[in-house]
């Protein structure tokens, strides 16, 4: 992955973006996805030896998650986790968790981490990516 951020806005890097269509499903707002390097050194200070594990940086760890998600699922405090689901059968999923600021109108991420998948299920599924079938 390239790991050179995009800025966006001041002390802000695009990661990637909720959109219409999937906002829409989901019933959140569509809008960039951004985090502040405070957030970037909060996520490579408190993973780091799961960051290393997987031989990537904290940005593309979470540029990886808001590109390729598949689940979005209610989170507590009204904000959402971002769920990538391709690793079926496993303990832990990649999620990041956002909060819309609405101040500066995108979604915020807190942090991002492996989590549990039993503690992601136990959360509200807001939206869901159908798979497509396969072509033969």
């Known amino acids: 992955m390239n790991s050179k951020p995009e800025a966006i806005t001041s002390g802000y ?35 780091r030896v799961e960051l290393d594990t997987l031989g990537i940086s904290a940005i593309d760890f979470v540029k990886m998650i808001a590109t390729t998600f598949g689940e979005i699922r209610q989170a507590p405090d009204d904000a959402l986790d971002l ?43 807001l939206w869901k990516r159908e798979r497509t079938p396969l072509k033969d």
């Open 13 to 47: 890097i695009k990661v990637g973006r909720i959109s219409l269509s999937i906002a829409r499903q989901a019933h959140v707002k569509c809008a960039d996805i951004m985090i502040d390097n405070r957030h970037i050194e909060h996520i490579n200070k408190k993973h």
């Open 83 to 125: 769920v990538v689901t391709n690793s079926e059968g496993k303990n832990h999923v990649a999620v990041i968790t956002l909060n819309y600021n609405y101040k500066k109108e995108f979604w915020e991420i807190r942090t991002a981490l492996p989590v549990r998948t039993a503690v992601v299920n136990s959360r509200k599924l």
